[in-house]
């Protein structure tokens, strides 16, 4: 008798935030960078992808997926190099144990759900596919390590192998041809660093003018400066802070993040034509950072900002009242603080001038906040999204 019963796994995935950012390919067919990246994993409880795998032999092909509600395509080189990966080592498992359920012939139905805008700078697109990747190894009953799946989400997205481990994670760049040695490393687990925190500020929720991919491969063919970064600031900036990782240092990572963030939009901006991810508002909380900076006389918020103008200020908790209670005292009217972590933040007078031209670029600019801390890898939950 043909098996028709339904076989499901559900799971959610974090957002990650890089320090060093990943820019540029040696191999856009398997997104192979050309510099290591390093990044914090966000808490999953303000900033996640919750997807379901499905798949049962009464459903007919092709696979599907459905994003927040909205149907997409799943037959780009992407998607399809990440599903064919994942079915052809539960094939390899159907191989050895013919007692198991072949489950690598039976169509697919994906369905994920973001808690936050997608494609807005958030990287989405990471937490996307580590979800969908870890959901379908979780359905297929793969025994591969995360470490080892971050092979294959990567082809998905690159930054999407960093959201397969919690905590510190770096992206080594390896340098074979195959790949092979272009995976996920944990650097330190959640456990070591606790106390870090960002705040994000909201600049803007619209989908980006120059999707990470083209501005990216733009920037490998036309900037003078990508070369200099790639080979020589990346490479001793991940030394630089991978040492103040171990060391709980957060003034040599604040820094480093800053200076980091910088090159990588100096960049984008030596790129032809240049390639404007910052805006205003974008300048505006760099100069709030760095007063808050100089007010406290040592670095207590780093700013990094990814392909898009939406700014990441990292933090220790026990600067948290200084660092978000200076952003709260100016944008409190702002959604994002009606949360515990919101309603527990002390707005904090005089830090922050409300007359300066900075303050009123932040009033007017920024829509909205999110307050998150570091977090773990991707968790096998029972909500599931799909019920039939």
């Known amino acids: 008798m043909a098996d028709e019963r339904i076989y499901r796994a559900s799971t959610t995935a974090p957002v990650n935030i890089a320090v060093i950012k990943y820019w540029g390919?040696?191999?856009?067919?398997?997104?192979?960078?050309?510099?290591?990246?390093?990044?914090?994993?966000?808490?999953?409880?303000?900033?996640?992808?919750?997807?379901?795998?499905?798949?049962?032999?009464?459903?007919?092909?092709?696979?599907?997926?459905?994003?927040?509600?909205?149907?997409?395509?799943?037959s780009s080189?992407?998607?399809?190099?990440?599903?064919?990966?994942?079915?052809?080592?539960?094939?390899?498992?159907?191989?050895?144990?013919?007692?198991?359920?072949?489950?690598?012939?039976f169509p697919l139905r994906l369905v994920s759900a973001n808690n936050f805008p997608t494609a807005a700078g958030l990287a989405s697109s990471a937490a996307g596919f580590a979800a969908l990747v870890r959901a379908v190894a979780d359905l297929y009953a793969l025994p591969q390590t995360a470490t080892e799946l971050s092979l294959i989400a990567r082809q998905g997205s690159g930054s999407a192998c960093r959201s397969l481990l919690g905590g510190y994670v770096a992206w080594d760049k390896g340098s074979r041809a195959d790949g092979k040695d272009s995976v996920a490393r944990l650097v330190a687990p959640r456990s070591h660093w606790p106390e870090m925190r960002a705040l994000i500020l909201v600049v803007s929720a619209d989908k980006k003018g120059i999707?990470?991919?083209?501005?990216?491969?733009?920037?490998?063919?036309t900037s003078a400066l990508f070369e200099t970064r790639t080979n020589h600031i990346v490479p001793k900036e991940m030394a630089e802070m991978e040492k103040a990782i171990h060391a709980k240092d957060f003034e040599a990572f604040g820094r480093i993040t800053m200076r980091e963030s910088n090159s990588f939009h100096a960049t984008c901006l030596d790129t032809e034509p240049p390639i404007f991810y910052l805006n205003d508002v974008s300048r505006a909380a760099i100069g709030a950072v760095e007063e808050l900076n100089t007010r406290a006389g040592k670095i207590v918020a780093a700013y990094t900002f990814d392909a898009g103008p939406n700014a990441v200020i990292y933090h220790l908790e026990e600067n948290k009242d200084l660092v978000v209670g200076s952003f709260k005292f100016l944008l409190a009217e702002k959604q994002g603080w009606d949360g515990d972590r919101g309603k527990a933040i002390i707005a904090?007078?005089?830090?922050?001038?409300?007359?300066?031209?900075?303050?009123?670029?932040?009033?007017?600019?920024?829509?909205?906040?999110?307050?998150?801390?570091?977090?773990?890898?991707?968790?096998?939950?029972?909500?599931?999204?799909?019920n039939e």
């Not at 390093?38 to 900033?47: A, C, F, G, K």
């Not at 999707?211 to 063919?221: C, I």
């Open 25 to 74: 390919k040696r191999d856009p067919a398997l997104n192979l960078p050309t510099n290591s990246s390093l990044s914090v994993t966000l808490d999953q409880s303000d900033l996640r992808t919750h997807t379901t795998a499905s798949c049962s032999s009464i459903y007919s092909a092709p696979d599907t997926l459905i994003l927040n509600s909205t149907p997409q395509e799943l």
């Open 348 to 386: 904090m007078e005089g830090v922050l001038s409300v007359d300066d031209k900075i303050a009123k670029i932040l009033k007017a600019g920024v829509s909205g906040v999110i307050l998150t801390g570091i977090g773990e890898g991707p968790v096998s939950v029972q909500k599931h999204l799909i």
């Open 77 to 105: 080189a992407r998607p399809t190099a990440c599903l064919t990966a994942l079915r052809s080592l539960r094939a390899a498992l159907e191989g050895a144990d013919p007692k198991l359920p072949k489950l690598s012939t």
């Open 211 to 221: 999707s990470s991919t083209t501005g990216m491969q733009t920037t490998v063919k």
